[in-house]
């Protein structure tokens, strides 16, 4: 018995200390981080509730009937999760298919093939009504080698960090602007990946590259990867080999996914 309370008791103590070290600050309304390590850069913490918003641009006209190209690995032409599998068993992907539509539920998927450098289309959509706020509004995610991310949320009149932002290397580098279409209505996402190399020490070489296109809109323009996706750090990057899996985020919000393809594209380096 006594055994019993001195583990309750312990487990208190730890839940408490915890929580009490992630002490959410908010700034201007927006809701963030001040005890995290600063950026490399040195201007702002991760996740700085303080760092500036990325502008609102307004998208253009989307087409309703997108087709891959004709060389594309199709991922998910809305029939089934074949090409994809849980992220931490490698058993069935435990998301749903509704009317075409893949939905986000229970955890994380990957895709059972490994890609290296690639162009990948993938569209999303925002539940609607929006519920939650900040980071708790449509979280989802496109995880490239199933470790650097590219962040979906709702940041649709939704304020929040602007390193944990739509478009955003999540941590890191904030999207060049604020590209998001309503909840509720498709969203485009097209985005160039390119691996980071490594030297015979385990030294980088070359970090991973990234260019998103959301809805038609630059967000990212080749930018770096300081590292592997990190909650409250600004990322570090671990030797790895050429390629790895997509993996798709579950963050506890039903975000609906179609048309998900990917062309390997190979960097030629021809000046
Ligand atoms: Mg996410």
Request: with cysteine; aromatic share 10%.
């Amino acid at each position: 018995m006594k055994t019993w309370i001195f583990l309750a008791a312990f487990v208190a103590a730890r839940l408490l200390a915890s929580q009490a070290a992630f002490v959410e600050v908010v700034t201007n309304g927006v809701a963030g981080f001040k005890d995290t390590p600063m950026q490399p850069d040195g201007k702002w913490h991760v996740h700085d509730p303080e760092r500036p918003q990325p502008p609102v641009v307004m998208s253009g006209t989307f087409s309703e009937k997108a087709t891959p190209p004709c060389d594309a690995v199709v991922l998910f032409d809305g029939k089934d999760l074949s090409q994809w599998r849980d992220k931490k068993t490698g058993g069935e992907a435990p998301w749903r298919i509704e009317e075409g539509i893949m939905v986000s539920a229970k955890g994380d998927i990957e895709t059972t093939n490994q890609f290296g450098d690639i162009q990948l289309h993938l569209e999303f959509r925002e539940p609607t009504p929006a519920q939650g706020e900040g980071q708790g509004r449509g979280n989802s995610g496109v995880f490239f080698m199933g470790q650097y991310e590219i962040q979906v949320l709702d940041c649709y009149i939704n304020k929040t960090y602007a390193d944990g932002a739509t478009g955003g290397l999540y941590g890191q580098h904030p999207a060049l602007a604020n590209a998001c279409r309503a909840p509720g209505e498709w969203q485009t996402y097209d985005i160039i990946f390119n691996v980071p190399h490594f030297g015979a020490k385990g030294e980088v070489e070359t970090p991973a590259f990234v260019t998103v296109i959301q809805n038609g809109v630059v967000v990212q323009n080749h930018q770096a990867f300081r590292g592997a996706t990190n909650w409250r750090s600004p990322g570090k990057y671990t030797p790895h080999g050429p390629t790895g899996p997509i993996a798709l985020q579950y963050h506890n919000n039903s975000v609906s996914f179609r048309n998900i393809w990917v062309r390997p594209v190979p960097v030629v380096n021809d000046p």
